[in-house]
């Protein structure tokens, strides 16, 4: 088994719909081994994260952090996500409550 680091969401500004910012290759397994999240702007935003299944989609089975409030300008740890592991086709998936407004930052190990 090869274990390589890597940086698994590069910095992505969330929408307002959960959308994907990683999926695990297939023949991988993938562990979170941080995860920050960053309001950029004036005023407080809020910002909910899933790990989705392979073939699944976000919903409350699969929520790790639900509406975490981020004041202006701060930056938080996403505790529930790390030491996750996704399964090969297994997806970080997250929202925010207001547009282009939180940036997300994820590193991980992928296995093969």
Request: aromatic share 4%; net charge neutral; no cysteine.
């Amino acid at each position: 088994m090869a274990t390589t680091p890597k940086r698994l969401v590069s910095g992505s500004q969330l929408t307002t719909s959960a959308a994907t910012y990683y999926t695990a290759p297939a023949s991988t397994k993938t562990r979170i081994s941080a995860f920050t999240a960053t309001n950029t702007t004036a005023g407080a935003v809020t910002v909910t994260v899933y790990l989705v299944p392979s073939g699944g989609s976000a919903d409350n089975t699969n929520k790790v952090a639900d509406v975490v409030s981020l004041a202006a300008n701060e930056t938080k740890a996403i505790t529930g996500a790390i030491g996750h592991v996704l399964e090969a086709a297994g997806t970080i998936q997250a929202l925010a409550s207001a547009n282009t407004s939180i940036n997300i930052v994820v590193s991980g190990y992928e296995i093969v």
